[in-house]
């Protein structure tokens, strides 16, 4: 029988899925990764770390140091991918190499989103801070008096802030929003943690965006300005649609793809942040630019290239994330019944909608969050469990004799 040949556009969590996943299933067919940056496969939420100096290139890698070797896998690092041709099944690199494939994963993730402000092409000392060169090239910036200016309060925003904190002379995040983390959290925890960023100091100017740039200074809707020295753009980020988009895949908000990862291309499938996921808890198809759900679209995409697998439906925006210390966990959407606990800078909310745990966020004691983030996955309805016992305390003793000896993996009598 032929050898497949698999390619991989990607060298992140959704293509290193997609490498598990084939080598399930398939242990000879040759695969081939190619990716725009040229470097190992590393934890991209780590970049904040090593901005700070707490991580480094070896500990912030994805996976071992002879991952390729291991899974047989032809690395193309330093290389893009400049186009692709699903009537020949083939792409052409930057390079001048065209390759073949008979399975193709597009895993291009986001691009930053950046809006037309007047003056930001003056602007010298610019960055985005989606990479690992992102972070290399504004820690090169960055001196311990520089006045920064990160437009955007949103996940990566405040990251940068976390890590450059200690390492400029001030931080002032500016964002059109009037809360911070406005897409993770909800109003009363966004002012929990503002609380507690500011205490390391961080200034925040909230519902205000940057009208223009003039003379090293961002002068803000409100008319005031704001002097700066470096500025860091971490207003969104968009799926990286265009080189399959140009190639004829269907595009909505993201790559569109069925619950095998495939796309309308025959033989090109999508997986991780370039794509459109639906949201079980809410119902809507969004991208969901989330870690976990990458490295499982690309694993479900994988089994499925290598002729197996099961689909993938429980795709929900999910977070665990920490700013200085404080710990944050949410997941799922936020319409419906909610009970609300807040004591200090711990926050617990939970919301309930159809008989179902939809949402919740936790702040500061995040213990056993995996309780509630399953009972949301696994839809059980809240009828069947004890939801007042775990409304404080999630722990398995809320659920059915059987439904915890299913969850322990243990068989019933
Ligand atoms: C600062 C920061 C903090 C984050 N924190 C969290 C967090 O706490 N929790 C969480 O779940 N998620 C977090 N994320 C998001 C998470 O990193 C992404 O969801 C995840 O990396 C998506 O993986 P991916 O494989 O889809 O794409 P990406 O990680 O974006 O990788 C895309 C790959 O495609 C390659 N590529 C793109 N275009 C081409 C081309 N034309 N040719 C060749 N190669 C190409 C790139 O080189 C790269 O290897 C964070 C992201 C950032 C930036």
Redesign the pocket.
Known sequence: MKTKQYLI????????GCVEGIRQLDKTGAVTI????AHH?Y???L??YLLSGKTDRQRMRYRDADFYETYGVAPLLG????SLDPAQKTIALDDGQTLPYDKLLV????VPFVPPMEGLDLVSKKFT???LDDADALAAAVTADSRVLIVGAG??GL??AEGLSGQAGSLTVVDLAPQILPSVLDEGAAALVQAHIERQGVRFLLSISAARFENGAAHLTDGSTVPFDVLVLAVG?RP?VS?AREAGAAVGRGLITDEYMRTNLPGVYA????TESFDITSGERKPL???????L??ETAGLHMAGGGKPFCTAMP????GFWGLHIVSAGSYAGDAYIKCEGEHYRKLVCRDNLLQGFILIGDVLRAGIYTALIRDRVPIDTIDFELIKDKPGLIAFSRRDRQKKLGVKPA
């Open positions: 556009i990607g060298n992140s969590a959704a293509a290193i190619v990716s725009r940056e496969t934890s991209r939420p970049i904040s290389r893009t991918a400049l895993a291009t993730g986001s801070f989606l990479s996940l990566i990251k940068c980020v990286s080189l997986a991780g942040d370039c630019a989330l870690l976990p759900n990458a490295y679209q690309g999910m977070n665990a994330v």
